[in-house]
């Protein structure tokens, strides 16, 4: 392959910033058709991008002739069907994350691409992020010298849709997201961690509804051992006062302490026996861009993506861990 031709399955918000520009910006790659089940969005989408094709229908876009890859920005709940479904067209596939809703169906995907010989990569963007490579480095570097504990603290409050009970986010509904908001937002915690630390070998955790605005868990707390030792624990609340919000993982060293955040990318704090630094790192326009690159390049033969399915897949296993789901 000399370029790395696209087709779409979704056009949701995910698409038009923090991923979507990105694929048409680098070099050999392109976009050549998007999909929706809603013929009107696809049409419309394709039409302000300069898409040439457009489909409602996710057989006769993964049927393409034209198409090489296909990216998947659906709901989790249809990533393993369309990912196989692509996968057995002799197609490579980029995930939305989570991988999928459950373990499970995250292994399955990985058993198909190996049967089928094609590339599965999952879009754990913050790893290609100058601003999470700077925390790698420091963490890694000696700067806060032997790592013994981690921390993740994340609290939000309700968002306005969780307040209606007739039509509320696909995101608190368990089928289609594979939990609540922790199956949302702590992916992408996690799979930093393990980017950082190693994989995590052992989980667990409690979850409990405090809310009452969905039947999904709003509350949990989790542990968890890495494969080197260090052990780490996380607290995440999404009815939370708005006074209460917080958005911060701490690592701490036997020099220091390294504080930072994975989705307001507030300055990282360095804390030392020098005191207390503030590091700035400006972010990509496009926060998946960096990832996309590794992922084209990759495809090409270039280099080596390491945001494969079988390390998305550990992630998946230690939320179904701390949600007692295995």
């Avoid at 196989?84 to 169906?105: H, L, R």
């Avoid at 990569?121 to 504990?149: C, D, S």
């Avoid at 509350?219 to 260090?230: E, V």
């Avoid at 926060?287 to 550990?314: H, R």
């Amino acid at each position: 392959m000399k370029t790395i031709k696209w087709g779409f399955i979704g056009c949701g918000d995910v698409t038009k910033q923090k991923s979507g520009p990105a694929f048409q910006k680098i070099e050999n790659s392109e976009v050549v058709a998007v999909m929706s089940r809603d013929p009107e969005k696809a049409k419309a989408y394709a039409k302000e991008r300069g898409i040439k094709k457009w489909y409602d229908d996710a057989q006769e876009l993964v049927d393409d002739p034209d198409i090489n890859a296909v990216y998947i920005a659906t709901p989790p709940s249809s990533h393993a069907t369309y990912a196989i479904m692509a996968m057995k067209a002799g197609k490579d596939v980029y995930i939305e994350k989570p991988m999928a809703v459950t373990y499970e169906e995250c292994t399955r995907i990985n058993r198909i691409a190996q049967e089928m010989g094609r590339k599965c990569f999952v879009a754990y963007y913050r790893r290609y992020m100058p601003y999470f490579l700077k925390v790698k480095e420091l963490a890694l570097n000696g700067t806060i010298g032997n790592v013994i504990n981690v921390q993740i603290r994340f609290a939000q409050p309700p968002r306005e849709l969780d307040y209606n009970r007739e039509n509320l986010p696909w995101r608190v509904q368990a089928d289609i997201a594979g939990g609540g908001y922790f199956y949302d937002l702590a992916p992408h915690q996690i799979d930093l961690l393990q980017g950082m630390f190693g994989y995590i070998l052992e989980a667990s955790g409690y979850k409990s509804n405090r809310g009452g605005l969905y039947e999904v868990e709003d509350t949990l707390s989790g542990c968890f051992q890495f494969d080197n030792g260090l052990v780490g624990s996380g607290s995440w609340c999404f009815v939370a006062h708005e006074s209460a919000t917080e958005d911060r993982i701490e690592v701490i060293g036997d020099k220091g302490m390294i504080c930072f955040s994975v989705f307001t990318y507030e300055p990282i704090a360095l804390h030392t026996e020098k005191g207390r630094e503030e590091i700035i790192i400006e972010n990509p326009e496009h926060v998946q861009q960096p990832l996309i690159q590794a992922v084209v390049d990759d495809l090409l033969g270039k280099s080596t993506c390491t945001c494969d399915g079988e390390s998305a897949t550990t992630t998946n296993w230690v939320m179904d861990k701390i949600l007692g789901k295995i």
